[in-house]
C-alpha cells in the first residue's frame, strides 16, 4: 500500500527528531578521488572542458576556472585572429537530444591566448574555486597549415620559456567546418609528416592530438599506429571532434538552421 499507517509515521518522526545525543547509526561513505594525469599534468578531477563555442575569450575561460573542471583549455587558435563561417552557425535540438555548430574557429589568434594578460584574467576565477586554485592552462591549436602550427608551437614554447603557466598544447587536427579544408587528420600520409616535422622541432611542453571520430576499424587501426609511433612525442589523445556532415532542417521553412556549408555541420551532445 501506498499509505503509511499513523503510528508509523510518527515513529519515523520521532526517529527524525530525537536529540543528538542518540547515535543514528548513520554509514560515512569513503570520498572518492577524481585525481588523474593526462599526458603527465596533474589534474584534480578527470573531466575539463572541450575546445569549442564557449572558450574563445578570457571572460569564458574564468568561468571555466571557477569550475570543478580540472584544466581550462582554451579555444583552437590560429595564426591571426578570425571570424569563422556566418551565423546562423550553432543549433540544439529542443529535446537536448543534439546539438551542431559549423563556427569554423572563429578565435582571437594564438598571442591573445597566450599573452599573459590574458592567461591571468583567466585563473583569476580558480579563486572562487577552493578546490582547485592550480589547475593547467591548456592551449589548443589548428593552424591552417603546417607551418602555421609551426609559428604557433614556436610562440608558445617562447612564453613558457618566459615563464608562463601554460601545461600543454593540443594539436587540433580533427576540425570539420573550415570550408574548402579536408579533416586532416583523415589523410593518414598527411598526419604522419606532420607529426615528423613537429617531433624534430624538440620541443619541451606536451603535446596532445585531438583526433576526429572514425567510423572504419581500418582508419582507426592506421591512426593508432601513426600516433603510436610518436609516443615519445604525442603524449596524449583527444577523442573526439564533432561527426561532421550532419544535417538539420527547420520544417517549416524547409532550410537548413545552419547558414554555411549547404547546412552541414558537426554533431555533437548525447545523440553522439
Known amino acids: 500500500s501506498s499509505i503509511i499507517r499513523p503510528s508509523y509515521s510518527i515513529s519515523i518522526y520521532r526517529y527524525l527528531h530525537r536529540p543528538h545525543t542518540e547515535s543514528r547509526n548513520f554509514v560515512t561513505m569513503p570520498s572518492i578521488s577524481l585525481e588523474t594525469t593526462v599526458g603527465g599534468i596533474p589534474l584534480s578531477t578527470a573531466v575539463y572542458n572541450a575546445s569549442g563555442p564557449r572558450t574563445g575569450s578570457s571572460a569564458a575561460l574564468q568561468k571555466i576556472a571557477a569550475s570543478s573542471a580540472g584544466a581550462v583549455l582554451t579555444k583552437s587558435a590560429t595564426l591571426t ?23 569554423g574557429l572563429p578565435n582571437s589568434g594564438i598571442d591573445y591566448y597566450i599573452d599573459a594578460t590574458t592567461i591571468q584574467e583567466t585563473m583569476e576565477g580558480c579563486s572562487d574555486n577552493s578546490n582547485n586554485n592550480n589547475k593547467p592552462y591548456l592551449v589548443s591549436i589548428s593552424g591552417k597549415t603546417l607551418a602555421d602550427n609551426l609559428e604557433m608551437m614556436d ?3 617562447k612564453k613558457i620559456d618566459d615563464g608562463q603557466p601554460i601545461a600543454g598544447v593540443e594539436l587540433n587536427l580533427a576540425c570539420p567546418n ?12 598527411q598526419m604522419k609528416d606532420i607529426l615528423a616535422t613537429i617531433a624534430k622541432k624538440n620541443y619541451k611542453f606536451v603535446l596532445g592530438v585531438k583526433l576526429p571520430p572514425y567510423l572504419d576499424s581500418k582508419h582507426l587501426q592506421e591512426a593508432a599506429g601513426i600516433i603510436n609511433q610518436y609516443s615519445s612525442l604525442v603524449k596524449y589523445v583527444v577523442c573526439i571532434n564533432t561527426i561532421g556532415n550532419a544535417l538539420s532542417v527547420d520544417e517549416v521553412s524547409e532550410a537548413p538552421f545552419i547558414a554555411s556549408n549547404n547546412g552541414l555541420a558537426g554533431v555533437s551532445g548525447p545523440a553522439v
Open 81 to 103: 585572429n578570425q571570424t569563422g563561417n556566418p551565423q546562423p552557425r550553432t543549433w540544439h535540438s529542443p529535446d537536448d537530444k543534439a546539438s551542431m555548430n559549423s563556427e
Open 178 to 189: 573550415v570550408i574548402g579544408k579536408p579533416i586532416i587528420a583523415y589523410d593518414f600520409d
Open 155 to 157: 610562440r608558445i614554447a
